[in-house]
């Protein structure tokens, strides 16, 4: 696709740099990376992105973007994705303001780093002053976006999302000096003077460190994320335990404010299971909301009740195969009219028989089913 060569040029222009120039703009880890085109061709090509639409079309525009199209760019961030976003900061009566930055979290992505800013924690430089001047967020999006890579390839998967981020904010000088070069001034397509807004990047990209080790292959890295994630599982029991048994006020607040944030998405999962019986009790012909609610119904005395005779209500007329929850709508049944018609496999009704029988045992012995209901009118 045309836009996805154009970030690649890009891209690799900035490896290109980062291999001639001086080590005051890039990090060393850069270059063991990036060593060639070929290389930044294949990492990029593994990591499968996904561009802004419209993208191609700015890139290749004569004039600079202007900040109405970082505004009208989606907003949606996907689960489980690694992400190149960008940041419109307003302040009426103001020039406004873009950042655009990277989230390559292993566990949440680049969600993870957006939710720093929602809390003001670890806020850029720049971005902090923005704050702190009355500016607010009024825009964010996706420029680029990757799935999580697996463990193994996070390390040099970073390296390339952290490069693209530089690209754009090379494309787009996003840099807050417009007459210092960082590095890569002369490969932005436009003049840093002529864009409608100011930047809030302090440094080039490629300044930071890579986090990771680079010096394991892809399957320790891979065994080593396992460990890593089991002992950390380990810890948040011990510590959910310790909690339980000796609760915080702190603890208590957060547990309460993440029930209730979680209320919505758990009502929902707790209606599609009761309506296509994830946790039923067939016994008792009782469709529950989550499994610890049939655990606990399975140690009730009606469970343990019904399960012992199969699934059938206390109270049965045989005669009539019928079923009754209750002795009190049981009763009633002997004396109705349905019930005392002759049985189909018997040439003698229940009335007549027990008219004649005048306290005796019926006369129909080979019906098992009439037996049981007169045994129970006597109170046998």
Not at 7 to 26: D, M, N, P, Q, R
Not at 60 to 68: D, E, I, N, R, T
Not at 79 to 101: A, C, M, P
Request: with cysteine; aromatic share 12%; charged share 20%.
């Amino acid at each position: 696709m045309r836009r996805c060569l154009l970030l690649l040029k890009y891209l690799c222009f900035l490896s290109g740099v980062a291999s001639t120039a001086g080590s005051e703009i890039y990090c060393p880890r850069f270059l063991f990376i990036l060593e060639s085109q070929a290389n930044c061709r294949l990492l990029f090509d593994t990591l499968h992105f996904t561009f802004a639409p419209g993208l191609a079309g700015i890139l290749s525009a004569k004039a600079c973007p202007s900040l109405s199209w970082f505004k009208n760019l989606p907003t949606d961030i996907p689960l489980h994705h690694w992400g190149i976003y960008v940041h419109v900061l307003e302040q009426k009566g103001r020039t406004s303001r873009i950042y655009i930055g990277s989230g390559t979290s292993a566990a949440r992505g680049v969600r993870r780093r957006l939710w720093d800013y929602r809390y003001g924690y670890s806020l850029p430089q720049y971005v902090k002053l923005a704050f702190d001047n009355g500016f607010k967020i009024t825009h964010t999006a996706l420029l680029a976006r990757c799935p999580t890579p697996d463990a193994g390839n996070i390390p040099r998967h970073r390296a390339v999302v952290i490069a693209l981020e530089a690209a754009f904010a090379c494309v787009f000088w996003a840099m807050f000096h417009k007459d210092k070069s960082y590095g890569f001034a002369d490969l932005c397509p436009w003049k840093p003077d002529t864009f409608a807004y100011k930047g809030l990047c302090s440094h080039n990209p490629l300044l930071e460190s890579i986090i990771g080790n680079l010096d394991f292959s892809s399957e320790q890295l891979s065994e080593m994320a396992a460990r890593t994630k089991e002992r950390q599982r380990l810890n948040r029991l011990v510590y959910n335990a310790k909690m339980r048994a000796n609760p915080t006020p702190s603890y208590i607040a957060s547990r309460n404010a993440n029930n209730l944030k979680q209320l919505p998405g758990t009502k929902a999962r707790e209606q599609a299971a009761i309506a296509v019986g994830k946790y039923r009790c067939e016994p008792c012909g009782i469709n529950h909301r989550n499994k610890a609610n049939l655990t606990k119904h399975n140690a009730t005395p009606r469970h343990i009740f019904y399960a012992a005779r199969g699934g059938k209500d206390p109270f049965s007329c045989d005669h009539c195969n019928v079923q009754f929850k209750y002795q009190s709508e049981f009763k009633p049944h002997l004396t109705t009219k349905g019930h005392l018609s002759p049985n189909p496999t018997c040439s003698t009704s229940c009335y007549e028989i027990r008219e004649t029988c005048a306290g005796e045992w019926p006369l129909c012995m080979n019906d098992s089913r009439l037996m049981s209901h007169l045994a129970y009118s006597r109170g046998f």
